[in-house]
């Protein structure tokens, strides 16, 4: 059984920077693609950003963070990071690592139903 361990929340002011981690706690054989999701109080789960472990069209975001949040990843360490820059109050929210095993479309990758496991979340606090 895989386990991921995000890392890096807290609490940032409105144009601050964060930089989560996520870790898996092994290294797996057929990783296709890890993500990240987050999950504002009251709202439903939502996309942020996914990376494939290889080919192309290998990154994707969310509209609502295109251009501020940077995705990328370490393959040998089965790890993925997520740079978040000019955050902004809407940004807060729990945020959890995700890791897909199977080769899968595109748009099927901004689905949190597809992916197989989940970490427990880190929460990111962006005060106003």
């Known amino acids: 059984q895989v386990q991921l361990v995000e890392s890096g929340g807290g609490l940032v002011q409105a144009g601050g920077s964060l930089r989560l981690s996520c870790a898996a706690s092994?290294?797996?054989?057929?990783?296709?693609?890890m993500a990240w999701f987050r999950q504002a109080p009251g709202k439903e789960r939502e996309f942020v950003s996914f990376?494939?472990?290889?080919?192309?069209?290998?990154?994707d975001y969310a509209d609502s963070v295109k251009g501020r949040f940077a995705i990328s990843r370490d393959s040998a360490e089965n790890s993925v990071y997520l740079q978040m820059n000019s955050l902004k109050p809407e940004d807060t929210g729990i945020y959890y690592c995700?890791?897909?095993?199977?080769?899968?479309?595109?748009?099927?990758?901004?689905?949190?139903?597809?992916?197989?496991?989940w970490g427990q979340g880190t929460e990111v606090t962006v005060s106003s």
């Open positions: 995700a890791l897909e095993l199977d080769p899968t479309t595109t748009l099927a990758l901004r689905e949190g139903w597809q992916y197989d496991y």
């Open positions: 092994e290294r797996t054989r057929n990783t296709f693609a």
């Open positions: 990376i494939k472990w290889s080919g192309s069209s290998n990154t």
